[in-house]
């Protein structure tokens, strides 16, 4: 999909050649004197159109328009979240259309933020998006250009930019996540890690079985020895920052298929596990947006990428495995792997003396009890950690709840038999996976999201949703330490002058 960013005035936007124009309304009368702003006066009066987020009225080759369709697309409080709705519902009107070139236009709205700006962007990306990887005969993407219409630059650019940078990482997130497992194994995951390497400032390296035997990972080998596929241990390095800058790491849960092992799954929706990979690719399409974006400061991700598998060789119920932190811990369920794989990660991370380490992983059905598809669940020691992953969840429509991580909570995971078991009971499912995590996270500030809920979508619209690349980039961005150069010194030291904290 080719995004254009352009300034034009609502007259304008009458005469702009297209197949179809998205015009976003509050609801007021707009007081133009132009086709559409007539239009929409109209069907406002009328009762026709109130424009509520979401609400749309359809109109062809309406006189002295270039458009062939109009869609007025009610963008309600002119939010974000708003004109998320609304873009949403006026590219689902246009999904069986030869609409080839769209434009979407903000130029009838009294204010556009950035955030906005981007998720509109990110709405019609969403809508537009096509899986045609294992297909003979891909569907077409007719949809070519997207001009996106707004009065003035000035915030609109930086929420456009960010939405670009975004939709390619979300959508290698959602091709990675799609991808059936004989399409997706862990050396071809290493594979795609691997083109990343090609663009600016990512370096890329794969570790192999040796090499991670070396180490001493042996609750990440458990997890891999019932599969004829090898093991890959992914580390990618995003170096934008200074060289003595710490990185913050991305760790990845990279199960490429989670069949439960010897503790096998049910066979309803066994296939969904194909997207139990889903926090590694969210950590490959924050590289790739990171990569277009180019902020200054630096990014570890680690993946973990091996299949779960039941076999002659599997580790079973009840074995003991050594971890690389040298802590034992008796598998009591094969299905509760991811753990079992994120945990020598974790200590893995400890090399890079990190700023903040946060895993990301589908880790347990528990959350999606806990918080559906809404929110995902987040788990942090740390509390100025959880509020950037929360403010950064917020802005980025890419919600995540902060969970409760008390000691209490950890009982369960006591055994006679090593110094944690894997699993405890039913009960707080979710939180109980957090406390196994964090006995392998207290040399870091840390934080882990639980993406189980958020990842992936069943029913009608099944299929991998790009998140929570959006939210990681935000915190990410909001990582980026202000610029200390002699014009501008470090804010902590040269407090704002009064006249300027108004502006
Ligand atoms: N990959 C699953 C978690 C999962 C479930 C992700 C549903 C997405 C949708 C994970 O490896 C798993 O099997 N967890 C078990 C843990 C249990 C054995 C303690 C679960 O949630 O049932
Ligand atoms: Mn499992
Ligand atoms: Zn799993």
């Not at 809920?453 to 929570?468: D, L, N, Q, V, Y």
């Amino acid at each position: 999909m080719d995004f254009e960013l352009k300034t034009l005035t609502s007259p304008r936007i009458c005469t702009e050649k297209c197949d179809a124009l998205i015009v976003l309304l509050s609801g007021e009368t707009p007081g133009g004197a132009d086709p559409v702003s007539k239009m929409a006066a109209h069907a406002i009066s009328a009762g026709d159109f109130d424009g509520k987020a979401g609400k749309l009225l359809n109109a062809y080759r309406v006189q002295g328009v270039a458009a062939t369709r109009v869609l007025l697309a009610g963008a309600g409080d002119g939010s974000a979240k708003s004109i998320r709705s609304a873009v949403h519902a006026a590219m689902g009107a246009l999904k069986n259309t030869n609409a080839r070139r769209v434009l979407i236009s903000f130029c009838a709205l009294s204010t556009v933020g950035q955030d906005a700006v981007r998720a509109g962007v990110l709405a019609c990306a969403d809508a537009t998006y096509l899986y045609s990887t294992t297909k003979s005969k891909p569907a077409e993407q007719k949809l070519k250009q997207v001009v996106v219409a707004v009065s003035t630059l000035a915030s609109a650019r930086a929420g456009f930019d960010k939405a670009v940078g975004l939709a390619k990482g979300m959508a290698l997130t959602k091709e990675w996540a799609n991808r059936p497992a004989n399409h997706a194994t862990p050396t071809m995951l290493a594979q795609a890690a691997k083109e990343l390497g090609k663009l600016p400032k990512i370096k890329v390296e794969v570790l192999g079985p040796k090499e991670v035997a070396k180490l001493g990972m042996g609750s990440f080998m458990a997890v891999a020895q019932g599969s004829e596929e090898p093991l890959r241990f992914i580390v990618l390095r995003y170096d934008g920052g200074a060289k003595a800058e710490a990185p913050v790491v991305l760790v990845g849960k990279g199960i490429t298929f989670d069949t439960g092992g010897i503790s096998i799954k049910p066979a309803a929706e066994m296939d969904e596990m194909k997207y139990d990979m889903g926090g590694a690719a969210s950590v490959l399409g924050t590289f790739r947006t990171l990569a277009e974006l180019q902020p200054a400061l630096n990014v570890v991700g680690l993946i973990p990428a091996c299949e779960n598998m039941p076999d002659g060789r599997s580790v079973k119920p009840g074995d003991v495995v050594t971890s690389m932190s040298g802590q034992t811990i008796e598998i009591l369920n094969t299905d509760a792997e991811g753990r079992l794989v994120l945990c020598d990660a974790l200590t893995y991370a400890e090399r890079f003396k990190p700023r903040a380490v946060v895993d990301i992983a589908t880790l347990t059905g528990a959350c999606v009890i806990a918080l559906g598809g809404v929110r995902s669940g987040m788990f942090s020691s740390d509390d100025a950690l959880a509020q950037s992953l929360a403010v950064a969840g917020d802005s980025s429509l890419d919600l995540c709840w902060r969970m409760p991580l008390d000691d209490d909570y950890a009982d369960g995971l006591k055994t006679h038999f090593a110094d944690v078991a894997n699993v405890a009971g039913r009960a707080g499912g979710a939180i109980t996976a957090a406390k196994f995590l964090q006995r392998f996270a207290g040399k870091f500030a840390w934080a882990h999201l639980d993406i189980a809920g958020t990842a992936w979508k069943s029913g009608a619209a099944k299929g991998a949703t790009g998140r929570p690349v959006p939210l990681l980039v935000d915190f990410l961005l909001s990582q980026v330490l202000p610029a200390r150069t002699a014009k501008s010194p470090a804010r902590t030291r040269s407090p704002k002058p009064a006249s300027r904290t108004r502006a």
